[in-house]
């Protein structure tokens, strides 16, 4: 009978532009939220923030474990820890959600995609000793037979849902409460189907999104925070025009003071009006997935956007004076030593203010994951290198080892030393800061990653056999630490 369930976010493996800020995904949180109010009692740790401890696990009844791909072997870890203290688990998330019978392997129960409603019915079903069969999304093994309960359908109403109690975070109030960076969602789901992202198989097509009074409700709660920063967790922040122009509108008329970010696609240059308004309304920085200036890549990935339409996006942009973070992805089947040498060019040319340039990485739940797997072209099965850092396949036009240094290559390159001088004698200090802090990232990254380069050059030479590694997560919750190891 839980009565007391905490909730984890694993932390991540990798090093990347986002580990400095501990910003927590809002899964465990908004379920947190949901399930208090349903009178039970709950904690939520998110690693970046808190370490978590073996005595803390012991204070419940019952650990709800988030994953994604790269956090799914530290997730597993501490699902093993719980099962040798004899706490009962249970995990979800979009690692879970799509690879549920390995995730059976560690914990108790899986709940598959949104679990908002699917949670709350698990935990009254086993509050009250009644039957788990019936309770939709619910993955578990029974007699040593797997079942997978029926999907719900995606949340149709998302005003139903709660505003997320920060306070349920322990640690975590200093982080979010006082200001810096405050995760806000205003949407689910994404129109587009590129074929390496998992949003639309865990979130749908469909783009739902919270009332536009609803999200100022949020907005107001942290409005009088000094040095609040909102980041809008939409994967496509301006999917619905009507609905963006009536969310800015209504945060200026409101007084909306904070800066914010938001993620959004190329196409939204095509409204100059829209950009304008973004800009007014405290638009700072936006996250663009450029993905690639090769039009053959970018037909193939079916991301239905041009390479004209980035380089008109990011003029516009910088007209109206809003950064630009531009992510770009090497290791398409159509890319090659040129196209990404000119996708770095192209990012320095354009002078963008940071820039990720990623590696293609399958991600189960993804299209692209399913034509690696019949190709038989996946390398290396460890989650924790899943994290876009790291060569995980076998690319078409390269070595692995080839397209590992392309990616170190070019944030080396965008980074360099003469930019941070241009950014210094120019004044601009925010683009300098970010500058030394990506520089040493890079250095920092390739220092750690010394045994997983040597491995994957050792692919490079051998032709002839075949080579895997296994990478052991050790994880002592005792002490309070843990440590990622090849072995
Ligand atoms: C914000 C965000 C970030 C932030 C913060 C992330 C963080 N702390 O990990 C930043 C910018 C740092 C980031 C970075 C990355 N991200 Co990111 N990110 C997101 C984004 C846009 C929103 C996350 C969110 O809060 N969603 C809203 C909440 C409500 O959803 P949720 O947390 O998934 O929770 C729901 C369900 O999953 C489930 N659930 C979740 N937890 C649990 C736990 C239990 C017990 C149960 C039962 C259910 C359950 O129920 C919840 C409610 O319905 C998502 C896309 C998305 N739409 O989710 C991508 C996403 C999570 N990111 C992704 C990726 C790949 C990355 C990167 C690896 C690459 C990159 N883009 O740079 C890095 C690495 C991050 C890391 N930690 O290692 C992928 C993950 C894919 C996968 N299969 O794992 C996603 C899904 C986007 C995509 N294109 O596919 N990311
Ligand atoms: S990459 Fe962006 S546009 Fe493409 S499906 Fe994913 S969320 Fe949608």
Redesign the pocket.
């Known amino acids: 009978m839980p009565q007391k369930i905490l ?3 694993p ?4 090093l ?4 400095k ?8 949180l ?2 947190a939220t949901i399930v208090q109010q349903k009178g039970y009692t709950c904690d939520v740790v ?1 690693e ?1 923030i808190k370490p978590l401890s073996l005595t803390m696990l012991k204070e419940f009844d019952l650990v ?9 072997p530290r997730a597993y870890a501490i699902a093993d820890k719980c099962r040798e203290a004899n706490i009962p ?10 690879c549920a019978d390995e995730a059976l392997n560690h914990t108790d ?8 409603e ?2 709350t019915r ?1 935990l009254d079903a086993i509050s009250s000793g009644r039957d788990i069969r019936g309770i939709p ?1 619910l993955s578990y093994r029974h007699n040593g037979v797997t079942v997978h309960n029926p999907m719900l359908p995606c ?1 149709s109403d998302l005003d139903s849902l709660p505003h997320p109690d920060f306070r349920l975070i322990r640690g975590g109030m200093k982080n979010i409460l006082k200001g810096t960076i405050i ?1 806000v ?1 205003t949407s ?3 129109p587009y189907d ?1 074929t ?4 639309t198989a ?2 749908g097509h469909k783009y739902r999104f919270f009332s536009t009074n609803y999200v100022i409700e949020e907005l107001l709660r942290h409005n009088e925070k000094p040095g609040s920063f909102i ?1 809008f ?3 496509h922040f301006t999917a619905n025009r009507k609905r963006t122009y009536e969310l800015l509108e209504k945060m200026l008329l409101n007084n909306i003071r904070m800066k914010w970010s938001a ?1 959004v696609r190329a196409d939204v240059a095509r409204d100059k009006e829209l950009v304008k308004l973004m800009k007014r309304a405290g638009c700072q920085t936006l ?1 663009i ?1 450029f993905e690639s200036i090769n039009p053959e890549s970018l037909t193939n990935m079916n991301k239905r956007q041009t390479m004209l339409e980035i380089e008109h996006s990011i003029q516009v942009l910088q007209e109206n004076k809003i950064a630009i973070h531009g ?1 770009f992805v090497f290791g398409f089947d159509e890319d090659t030593p040129d196209t990404c040498g000119a996708t770095i060019k192209f990012a320095r040319k354009h002078n963008l203010d940071s820039v ?1 340039f ?1 590696l293609l ?1 399958p ?4 299209h692209l994951y399913n034509q690696f797997e019949r190709e038989n072209r996946i390398l290396f099965r460890d ?1 924790g290198l ?4 790291h060569v995980t396949f076998q690319p078409k036009n390269f070595s692995p080892f080839d397209l590992q240094l392309m990616q170190i290559k070019g944030h080396k390159k965008f980074y360099s030393r003469i930019r941070l001088m241009r950014h210094l004698l120019t004044f601009k200090l925010e683009q300098s800061v970010i500058n030394i802090y990506a520089h040493r990232l890079n250095k920092v990254w390739k220092k750690i990653n010394k045994p997983y380069i040597k491995l994957i050059n050792l692919i490079n030479k051998s032709k002839d056999f075949k080579i895997s590694a296994n990478i052991q997560h050790i994880i002592d919750l005792d002490k309070e630490n843990a440590s990622n190891e090849a072995i």
């Open positions: 909730f984890v976010e932390s991540a493996p990798g990347h532009i986002f580990t800020f501990a910003i927590p995904r809002l899964g465990s908004l379920l998110i970046d709800a474990i988030s994953t994604i791909t790269p956090t799914a688990t249970i995990i979800g998330g979009p690692h879970a959600t799509f129960y899986v709940i598959r995609g949104e679990a908002e699917a949670l698990f999304n949340i995760p969602q689910r789901g994404c590129c390496f992202c998992s949003v865990m979130f980041f967790y939409d994967d993620q996250f997935g992510m990720q990623l990485t991600f189960p739940g993804t989650w899943y994290d876009a850092h």
